[in-house]
């Protein structure tokens, strides 16, 4: 299909771009004195904010950690920070990837992306059980067990997916995990083809990860095969809408170069929206080709699968609404936020209402299943929802939050936030019944709002009350880099365990006595079975020679709370922590002839400094 392209506008995007720099540049003074006006009295903020000492905050919220690898828990109302999960990246603090098993887990790479947390559904409401997120960076994606906070499984690289950002959106009883590859490539992965062939032999990769009912391992379920084009945000369907899955997509003109010209030409981009219950059927009938070991679906031959919906130019969110009725897509490039009807949109599928296709893929007609254009403000990105029929828009050129009614499509309030949003979160505002009263604003930028530390500014997460009428700024926080999203989940569906009860450790390799330390050769390994307790590490004494495997099985056999304890080697590059009623593995060799001595490095009782012992290694 071809589509009208505009006319090169190099003095318009010349002035766009003059125009974004003076509304940053406006910035520190006009929205600094606006959000003293919209944030009401000190002491109405402090009080909704203020969590006493000893008590606990009623919501948790999970912030994606970019770029750090890491996913960051705080607490609303307090926005105190918690805890940091460790997941594609290396993290001293607890240890881990030092352990065998995480070691194996993070399967050689040392950092990630992560973008995008999403927490696991029953019948659309987040049931506290797994958190997944996202690895943009090495196409990977994890799974975060929520009874101990851990990170469990990382499944991939994924086959066929290039820059995993288009994930993770999950089902509503998270069935699958929704995935969508950023940058198309040539398939299957591994195969060169020069960039001038990008428009006929490079793909995008749409996939749903398969999660297991009961244990949540994660599998690839399925792929289908999207035209080369950047596909972006995503979200399932729910109620009328169940079934369905949605990506924003853009450079949809198959550019290549300097994207932010090549790749604006086109008046709208699309929204790819694809039946994954249908894909189940298709796999099931065997109506799949294998490509990189993978099942994958060609949309062409599964008819009513795909389908493309035109949405503004660059868009970044889309997202369902709570009651599954309205799909919501923004394009940064312009100030309306498009609404689309679920009834319409099968409608026009059943009448065959569309304006031409993209590679075999029908292209729905844009009047046909619109349902309203909501002129929110300058660079909208993202929507979430309250409880009251309210949604609420992201701004990103304009530095604000657009508070807009679901049925009337009328913006109601409007706040200012420092700066530069990206994503929003509201609680429980992505499920089919949000909880409303708060909303946090994940802004890029913070310049001018905390003591200066230098080029390397934290972003800025702000707290914003949507109880009322009015939308009210309630707190400043700042976040370790870099966060794209959050969700936040209440407090009562999460209950994790403190210790780890000895009768479920079943690893052959732990021991709860200490008649049971032992230190065992077998050829050029060395084996010992290690315990932990307030205040020592036994044995307190290991002899290897140069070059031996020195394998160590560490249990903690504390079952008090926060008695955790660590093993650290001096100058082998080895620090575990093990928690109460945990056992981890170390693996090394033991390369360097001397004595090293090995300490308890978490803080556990008035005699941590007395537990320790040595690692003699006899030269060769």
């Known amino acids: 299909m071809r589509r009208q392209v505009s006319e090169p506008k190099f003095w318009l995007i010349i002035t766009g771009l003059i125009i974004f720099t003076s509304l940053l540049a406006i910035g520190s003074c006009s929205r600094r004195s606006a959000l003293t006006t919209e944030k009401g009295s000190a002491a109405e903020a402090a009080t909704l904010t203020y969590v006493a000492p000893g008590d606990i905050d009623e919501y948790y919220v999970f912030y994606s950690g970019g770029h750090s690898g890491n996913v960051y828990v705080a607490g609303i109302p307090s926005m105190r920070h918690i805890a940091t999960i460790p997941v594609f990246a290396l993290y001293p603090a607890t240890g881990y990837g030092f352990d065998k098993e995480t070691k194996e887990m993070l399967g050689g790479y040392t950092w990630g992306d992560v973008h995008h947390p999403a927490l696991s559904e029953t019948a659309g409401d987040y049931d506290g059980r797994w958190l997944f997120v996202n690895d943009n960076g090495n196409n990977r994606i994890a799974r975060i067990d929520l009874r101990d906070f851990k990170t469990k499984q990382i499944l991939g690289p994924v086959a066929n997916i290039s820059g995993f950002h288009g994930g993770s959106f999950v089902t509503p009883n998270s069935e699958y995990v929704l995935a969508a590859s950023r940058f198309s490539i040539p398939l299957p992965k591994g195969t060169a083809v020069p960039i001038e062939e990008y428009a006929t032999k490079y793909n995008g990769v749409v996939s749903g990860i398969a999660v297991d009912k009961d244990s949540g391992e994660m599998s690839v379920g399925w792929q289908v095969l999207m035209p080369p084009f950047n596909y972006d945000l995503g979200d399932a369907g729910k109620g009328p809408s169940d079934g369905w899955a949605f990506w924003t997509s853009y450079n949809t003109e198959k550019a290549v170069g300097k994207l932010e010209v090549t ?37 062409k031959e599964n008819p009513g699968m795909v389908y493309f919906i035109p949405c503004s130019k660059s868009p970044h969110g889309v997202d369902v609404s709570p009651d599954g009725k309205w799909i919501i897509c923004s394009g940064k490039l312009q100030s309306i936020t498009t609404v689309y009807s679920v009834e319409k949109i099968q409608a026009a599928i059943d009448a065959k209402k569309f304006s031409g296709d993209e590679d075999g893929i029908p292209v729905l007609d844009y009047d046909a299943v619109k349902e309203a254009e909501v002129n929110v403000g300058l660079g909208p990105l993202h929507t979430q929802f309250d409880n009251q029929g309210f949604a609420y828009t992201s701004l990103f050129v304009e530095s604000a939050v657009a508070k807009w009614k679901l049925g009337t499509w009328e913006v109601a309030d409007k706040i200012p936030v420092t700066y530069n949003i990206g994503h929003l979160a509201t609680a429980e505002g992505d499920t089919a019944s949000p909880d409303g009263r708060y909303l946090i604003a994940l802004n890029k930028l913070s310049h001018g709002t905390h003591l ?10 702000q707290l914003i009350g949507i109880e009322g009428e009015k939308m009210k700024l309630l707190y400043n926080a700042f976040t370790e880099p870099e ?39 077998n050829g050029d390994e060395v ?51 093990v928690d109460p009623g945990e056992t981890k593995t170390i693996e090394f060799i033991a390369n360097k002839p001397g004595v090293y001595a090995y300490y308890c490095t978490n803080f556990c009782s008035a005699l941590h400094q007395e537990m320790q012992g040595y690692l003699i290694v006899n030269p060769r």
């Open 483 to 521: 966060p794209h999203y959050a969700q936040i989940v209440k407090a009562d569906k999460l209950n994790p365990i403190e210790v780890y009860p000895k009768e479920e450790n079943k690893n052959p390799n732990a021991i709860w006595d200490l008649k049971d330390v032992s230190v065992q050769r």
């Open 263 to 299: 790749s604006t030409q086109l008046e709208r981009d699309y929204i790819a929206a694809v039946n994954w219950k249908e894909a189940e059927k298709a796999v099931q009938a065997g109506k799949t080709k294998e490509i990189g070991g993978v099942k994958m679906l060609d949309p």
């Open 452 to 461: 200066n530390v230098g080029p390397s500014q934290p972003e800025s997460s």
């Open 527 to 577: 084996i010992i079975k290690s315990l932990l307790v307030r205040s020592t590490i036994e044995p307190t004494k290991i002899e290897v020679n140069q070059g031996d495997k020195v394998t160590i099985h560490l249990t903690n056999i504390e079952q008090t709370t926060d008695e955790l304890h660590g093993w650290g080697l001096l100058e082998y590059n080895i620090n575990v922590v």
